[in-house]
């Protein structure tokens, strides 16, 4: 069974730092390009950041560029996602997801962590 | 970068009805849309790919068309169990940015 397990999320000040992990499991990691995506309490989902199968390829929302950076470590079948200079406006559940694909061809996010929370307040 | 926007924002139906959400990018993506379900409390799920491709287990009552600058998502008969918010998302290239959500209910 594929299965996506994030943790590292917890309450931070602002300006602080958290590294989110997720571990995967059921599939060949390194295969696959993997996201994150966050979602605010109430409201929709917003992608953050991906990276390619062997981590050379990373791309991030204008909203955290300079101050997140996504990375992996295929050996240990896990996602990272190190976040700096947090603001209220991060507070979000951080999920990781696959990049579905046919061949080299996306298809999309699946399947999706069931998510860890982080809260940015003082 | 591509927006997405999606209308309605919400949308009350009776079991049973046709229920039709659209998606419109800012610029043409081919076919690179994705359809997300999110029920209360739950994870997203893929829904449907390649605008219009269904993603293994989803049931037949959803469908998708589109392509270029303008996608549907339909649901041919509305059930209780479809209550969620769905989201489309484009995926061409980064940043790959989700429409702002739909809320469904049901009367």
């Known amino acids: 069974e594929v299965q996506l397990v994030e943790s590292g999320g917890g309450l931070v000040q602002p300006g602080g730092s958290l590294r989110l992990s997720c571990a995967a499991s059921g599939f060949t990691f390194s295969n696959y390009w993997m996201h994150w995506v966050r979602q605010a309490p109430g409201m929709g989902l917003v992608w953050v950041s991906h990276?390619?199968?062997?981590?050379?390829?990373?791309r991030y929302a204008d909203s955290v560029k300079g101050r997140f950076t996504i990375s992996r470590d295929n050996a240990k079948n896990t996602l990272y996602l190190q976040m700096n200079s947090l603001r209220a406006e991060d507070t979000a559940v951080f999920y990781c997801?696959?990049?579905?694909?046919?061949?080299?061809?996306?298809?999309?996010?699946?399947?999706w962590g069931q998510g860890t929370l982080v809260t940015v307040s003082s | 970068d591509i927006q997405m926007t999606q209308s309605p924002s919400s949308l009350s139906a009776s079991v049973g009805d046709r229920v039709t959400i659209t998606c419109r990018a800012s610029?043409?993506?081919?076919?690179?849309l994705a359809w997300y379900q999110q029920k209360p409390g739950k994870v997203p799920k893929l829904l449907i790919y390649?605008?219009?491709t269904l993603q293994s287990g989803v049931p037949s009552r959803f469908s998708g068309s589109g392509s270029g600058t303008d996608f549907t998502l339909t649901i041919s008969s509305l059930q209780p169990e479809d209550v969620a918010t769905y989201y489309c998302?484009?995926?061409?290239?980064?940043?790959?940015?989700f429409g702002q959500g739909t809320k469904v209910e049901v009367k």
């Open positions: 997801a696959r990049g579905a694909k046919t061949g080299t061809t996306p298809l999309g996010l699946d399947p």
């Open positions: 390649a605008a219009s």
């Open positions: 610029q043409g993506i081919s076919n690179f």
């Open positions: 998302q484009k995926y061409n290239s980064a940043p790959w940015t």
């Open positions: 990276i390619n199968s062997d981590g050379n390829t990373r």
